[in-house]
Structure formats: structure tokens, C-alpha cells
């Protein structure tokens, strides 16, 4: 019988009584809420900053892509960071970085200063890639094996609500606020007004550090669950000789198909999910799609990220009784599906289709993560950084950009069902670990 991902109890291997892990996974559903957040509300910063500091197209794709290269940089030496800290405590430092970085935004702000603005941003996204390192794990771990991707999926969704709120808030407290998000298309800014607009960003940011901040310390004192010998390192095996590089492609975490092949996943993914993300408003905006303003093609943009949610909902109820491979590629399925669709359809049925793949991607991430890592006992903290470090593969979101330029916006979309195809081979064959029980 299934075991229901809320609720259930976590065994004492010393003969307590067990406990409930409900109370640990609703404080990390707050994590979760909060990292989402947080990176759609810097999304708002990108017509923002480019009228503030007179941006061309380059210098703007940059405040995005620092996002990436932080998962890239700063993954593995969060995984070292776990290691020695502990979960716990790396929950606190990822949400103290992402604060400071916060209240960096607040100086780089009131200078302002784009360079500081960068750096910032960059300090804020290394402490959501700690965040992301040290909780997507622990969620999988804490309870049983068999409802892990129900348990993550429970918690992305969390993820997916603050995505869906950090526009409206951003476009109240900083474009709302700001004369260049209330002006005119077109209107140049004066020096005045540029400096009025940048402080605009002090408030936002000031709520955001002081909102991390609280939850650092909540969770500093919560007696969250240990995780247990599964994932302790101890003696090894791992070779202590030669060098970082030999003792990487060497490392018995490579056994594990499921990881091996999930961290590709994870990274093609990722391009599909940015480049539907990035392009949905030029796309829907089309004459011959739904010949739409940009403003209106926001909206529309907001009901693929409510899917997204409804779909991370769905389907941690689902995998109670399916099995996670299963349902993964059925979505893989559905995904193609709208997409082939919104290439080769016109017209609003197009856009519908963009819309729906919001819900077809809910589970994608969670779920693949869940079975990467699936197996992996005591080398979880190192799986996990590989895995999130693969979701720089959203950097290659300008591969599609360059399809676009060449073959046109809607044909672009293929690379996205092309995506979805890989997706699906995961579910079906590359997700199937190669053992069952701990390396």
C-alpha cells in the first residue's frame, strides 16, 4: 500500500518513539516558496535595470545569465559545504548569503552601481543554489524511499506558488514605483529620474533580507530530523590518492546510471523550461498567434506558471499510487504533444498549447532529481550538487534564440519537443538505477 508524502513518520533506529516529518516539510515548503520567489521577482528587475542604466540587449541578457553561472560555480562546493555543516546549518548559511546579497541590492541601489548589482545577484543565487543543494535532497531522504518524488513535487509546488505571486509583487513595488515602468514605450529617462528609479528597488529588497533573515533563524532553532546513516560519510572507498580530477571521473557515484544520465536530464530540461519562459510574450505577441500587446501576453504568461503549480500539486497526489518513472513519462508525452502543436498550429490554439506545457513541465524537475539521486546513500550531497548544477543548461536557452533568428520563433519550438523527448527516454530507460541499495 502506498504511503502517503505528509504526515507519515520518520522511524528512530535507537527505539523512540518515531516522529512526524509534517512540521520539517512544511518549514521547507516556506525554503522552497521563498527561492522561487526570488528569482521571478529578479525577472522584474530586467526592463527595470535596463532602463535605469541605459542597457543594451547584451549587457541585459548578462543580469540573467549570472543566475547560471552561479549554479554552475557555486554547486559542488555547496555539496563540500553539506559535508562538513550539516544540512541544517546549510540551510541557515544559503538563506544568510541570499540575505546579504539582498541588502547588497539595496547599496547597489542606492549608488547605483550595475556592476554591484551583478555581483549581488550573483551572491544571491549562490546562496539559492546551497538552498537548493542541501533541501531538495533532504526531502527525498527524510521520508520513505517510495513517496520521495511525491514529497518533492508536494514542495516544488511551494516553489512554483512564489513564482506565480513575485510578479505581482515586483510590478507593485518596483515597476509600479518607478517612472520607467509606468512611462511611455520609448521615453528616455532623465539622470533624475534614473536615480529615483534605481532606489525604487531599496524598499523590495529591504522586505526580502528581513523576511530571510526571520526564516534563518526559525529554522536555525528547528529541530529538523537527522537524515540517518543512509547518507553519512564515512569510510568510503573513495580513493584519497592522485588527483581532484582522478578522484572525480574515478568516484564510485558514477556506477549509478539513474545519476549519470540524470544530470544530462536535468540540464535539457532546463533549456526547454527558459527558453518557453523567456519567449512565451514575443511568441504569443504574434500577429498570426494571438496578436497580442506585450502587456496582455504577460497575463497570459502568468496562467503557464498557475499550471505549473496545479501540475506540482497534481502530481504529488498522483505518485502515491503511480509509480514516479510512470508519470514522468507520460508528461514527457504530453509535453511533446503541445508542442508539436504550437509549432506547426496557428492562432490561439498555439498559444494555448505554450500555456498548457507549464503543466506538463510541473513534475519534470522534482521527479528527475528524486530518481538521479535515487540509490546514492552517502553520496547524495555530491549527486546533488551535479544535478543542480545542471541547471545551467538554462544558459543554452540563447541556442533557441539563435533558432529563432534563423528559422523563425515558432519553428524555434522544436528544440523544446526535442527536449521532451529526452525527458521521456529518462523516464522510460535511463532512470532505472543499476542498484537498488546504498553504494
Known sequence: MAVSPIGATIPHSDGAAPRSYRPALTLLASLFFMWGFITVINGTLLPHLRSVFDLNYTETTLIESV????????????????????????????????????????????????????????????????????????????????????????????????????????????????????????????????????????????????????????????????????????????????????????????????????????????????????????????????????????????????????????????????RAETLLACFSVGAFIVMLVTVFVDGPVAMWALILVGLFHSIMFPTIFTLGIKGLGRYTEEASGLLIMAIAGGALVAVQGWLADSFGLQMSFLLTAACELYVLWYALWGSKPVEETDA
Open 67 to 322: 543566475w547560471f553561472i552561479a549554479y554552475f560555480i557555486a554547486s559542488i562546493p555547496s555539496a563540500r559545504l553539506i559535508e562538513r555543516i550539516g544540512y541544517q546549518k546549510a540551510l541557515v548559511t544559503g538563506l544568510l548569503i541570499m540575505a546579504a546579497g539582498s541588502l547588497g541590492m539595496m547599496l547597489a541601489a542606492s549608488i547605483p552601481s550595475y556592476g554591484v548589482t551583478l555581483t549581488m545577484l550573483f551572491v544571491i543565487a549562490s546562496g539559492i543554489t546551497l538552498l537548493q543543494v542541501a533541501a531538495n535532497p533532504y526531502v527525498a531522504v527524510i521520508g520513505p524511499a517510495e513517496t520521495s518524488s511525491s514529497r518533492l513535487n508536494l514542495v516544488q509546488a511551494f516553489n512554483s506558488l512564489g513564482t506565480v505571486l513575485a510578479p505581482l509583487f515586483g510590478a507593485y513595488l518596483i515597476l509600479g514605483r518607478s517612472v520607467g515602468g509606468t512611462a511611455e514605450h520609448g521615453r528616455v529617462l532623465t539622470q533624475a529620474e534614473r536615480l529615483a528609479d534605481a532606489q525604487s528597488v531599496i524598499l523590495p529588497y529591504g522586505l526580502v533580507a528581513l523576511v530571510l533573515v526571520i526564516l534563518a533563524l526559525i529554522i536555525g532553532r528547528f529541530p529538523l530530523p537527522a537524515m540517518g546513516k543512509a547518507t553519512a560519510r564515512i569510510n568510503d572507498g573513495v580513493a584519497k590518492t592522485g588527483s581532484a580530477w582522478t578522484r572525480f571521473v574515478t568516484h564510485p557515484m558514477w556506477r549509478h546510471r539513474n545519476l549519470v544520465w540524470g544530470v544530462p536530464a536535468i540540464f535539457i530540461y532546463l533549456i526547454a523550461e527558459i527558453g518557453v519562459a523567456n519567449l512565451f510574450v514575443n511568441f504569443v505577441a504574434q500577429p498570426q498567434i494571438a496578436n497580442l500587446t506585450t502587456e496582455q501576453a504577460g497575463r497570459y504568461l502568468t496562467l503557464m506558471w498557475l499550471g505549473m503549480m496545479v501540475g506540482r500539486f497534481a502530481g504529488a497526489i498522483a505518485m502515491r499510487w503511480i
